[in-house]
């Protein structure tokens, strides 16, 4: 079942509006956690415009399918590094507001 | 015009996706942000049933909104209160935000318009575990072995750091 009745550009719409989404996010917040949150929005509109294309362009091939995954893997891997990171700051400063962690060491 | 049935989930998902996805980066408490990001996640998944990879829904299901987001959920609780709100940003940084980022939604929407994706014919066969297994751990052509290897390696040293990074030092 290829063609869906949708048309390929719909679906690469939408990901670049989320996209944007995930980019205005990334500008405005000032919360570590959500600037996290952003960066996953990104992710998953990267990943939308993977699958896509493979579905509708090159069904035979799996590239797509398989970094889809290869991706989703390495924002797991981020992720977690990034909430360590996130957690040893809260220790030291007791705040996660960018603006106020403004020193790497002491 | 008679809508499909497809059309109509279309349209159904990508709203979902927009309006949480608006609601993730611009909602006053962090939980609130957490738990629309889980529903962007989830619809997401959606459209990957919708082009009919199973698998790959399945893994965004357990991957993304089971683990991720029960990460930022965690890591939310142990760093800040609850009921805790963001303080304002201020209104000329919301401003120059928002304007680059409809310059370059816009500019990037211009160009897919322009282009003429040519739908391929070939008819898109099924996808089962069986090959979606060989073609992992193959190594010919259409084999990931060597991806699969990295992201293995990549994994590891990533939960090593962060059990590392996490540890409390003693003085």
Known sequence: ?106 | MELTFNQIMFIIISGVIILFSVLTVTSKRILRAATFLLFVLVATAGLYFMLNYQFLAAVQLTLYAGGIVVLIIFSILLTSHISQKFEEVSISKKIFAALAVILGMVLCIITILQYEYSATTIAAEELNMKIIGRSLLGYGREGYALPFEVISVLLLAAMVGAIVVAKKVKK
């Open chain 1, 1 to 106: 079942m290829l063609n869906t009745g949708i048309p390929l550009q719909f679906f690469i719409i939408l990901a670049t509006i989320m996209f944007f989404i995930g980019v205005y996010g990334f500008l405005t917040r000032r919360n570590l956690i959500t600037i996290l949150m952003s960066v996953e929005l990104i992710l998953n509109s990267v990943n939308i415009n993977f699958v896509a294309f493979n579905r509708y362009l090159y069904p035979d091939n799996l590239q797509g399918h398989f970094f889809t995954l290869f991706v989703i893997a390495v924002a797991a891997a981020e992720s977690a590094v990034a909430i360590a990171i996130i957690i040893n700051i809260y220790r030291r400063f007791t705040t996660i507001n960018v603006e106020d962690v403004d020193e790497m060491k002491y």
